[in-house]
């Protein structure tokens, strides 16, 4: 692409992201102080080129994905947010800690972008155990309480049936209570225990370590469906149920992203991603929303929230 070809798909991407509108050659032609014809032949370029498309005859141009794509990497890095807006997006996380933290970058992401937000927290191995406590949830199932010393909070299900009395619940607690070690090695620790105990005991200790691996397991929040369901997009079932199916199953999302940041599209939806640091592993905060995307600023807050979450 030559410089104005460059030029003229950043205007064409840039009123369409907020007109939600195909955009005529008048009125580009009009913004660089060209002909319409000059500009039909750019369109026709940057067509040829996969970067716009005509949605149906006699109407104006859109960016291709692969279009938005070169529009979005012309932000990245992302810049800086207005310091009013800084200050504000801090204040909305100031406070929070542990699942409350994370939960907080959720819904101010969302509430500042308008879109909805994932953030996804790896498992990590090497986060230490600061303590369990365990508690019966009914007579087949018990409910183990891990607090982590980044200040996390979980809960675990035991199955186990039938449960184990009071007494041994309360001897169980008591040995779980001195495991202060990274949580990857919990269930062979639990296994070194029950050897060798009474017999109640160990098949408590060891249902715990079977049921260990329910933690190690992606962490979710998840904020801002509404939002980004009221774009104009939103009127199109087929949009809908990709936005829903991308906010619900995000198991996988981004777990494989490449330096700070991503965008992504597929079909009619965009993902902006940005990673931080979570214990040795890592953590991805994602914005959902449409390929009409104000790709700028979402990565300027996904930006600025990562940063505010990095280290946790």
């Known amino acids: 692409m030559n410089e104005r070809h460059v030029r ?22 009009k913004r660089l102080d060209v002909s319409s014809a000059t500009v039909r032949n750019d369109f026709g370029s940057l067509e040829d080129g996969g970067l716009l498309q005509q949605p149906h005859t ?17 932000w990245l890095p992302p810049g800086r947010l207005p310091k009013r807006t800084r200050d504000a997006l801090r204040a909305g996380l100031a406070g929070a800690e542990g699942d409350d933290l994370f939960m907080a970058a959720s819904r101010v992401a969302s509430q500042f972008s308008g879109y909805a937000v994932v953030v996804r927290l790896a498992p990590d191995e090497t986060l230490r155990i600061v303590e369990i406590h365990l508690s019966m949830l ?6 183990a309480v891990v607090v982590f010393e980044n200040g996390l909070v979980r809960q675990l299900g035991v199955d186990l049936d039938p449960t184990p009395s009071d007494d041994v619940i309360d001897d169980a607690d008591r040995n779980l209570r001195q495991l202060t070690l990274p949580v990857g090695k919990v269930p ?7 050897e060798g105990i009474d017999s109640e005991l160990a098949r408590t200790l060891r249902a715990v370590a079977d049921a260990w691996p329910g933690l190690q397991v992606p962490r979710m929040f998840r904020d801002g469906l ?32 490449q330096g700070d940041y991503s965008v992504t599209l597929d079909d009619s939806v965009a993902k902006v991603s940005a990673s931080f640091g979570f214990g040795s592993a890592k953590g991805v905060l994602t914005l959902i929303g449409p390929s009409r995307m104000r790709y700028r600023d979402a990565l300027a807050i996904a930006g600025e ?7 946790t």
């Open 188 to 194: 062979a620790a639990l296994r070194s225990l029950a």
């Open 58 to 74: 006699s109407a104006g141009r859109i960016p291709t994905a692969d279009g938005f794509r070169v529009y979005a990497a012309a």
């Open 8 to 29: 003229v798909l950043h205007m064409v991407a840039e009123s369409y992201i907020e007109t939600a509108h195909p955009v005529p050659s008048q009125h580009i032609a």
């Open 305 to 311: 929230i990562s940063q505010s979450l990095n280290g």
């Open 226 to 257: 509404s939002r980004v369901l009221s774009e104009p997009e939103g009127q199109d079932p087929a949009f809908v149920r990709l936005v829903v199916e991308q906010v619900e199953d995000a198991v996988g999302m981004h777990s494989d992203i």
């Open 138 to 143: 009914s007579s087949r199932r018990l409910l």
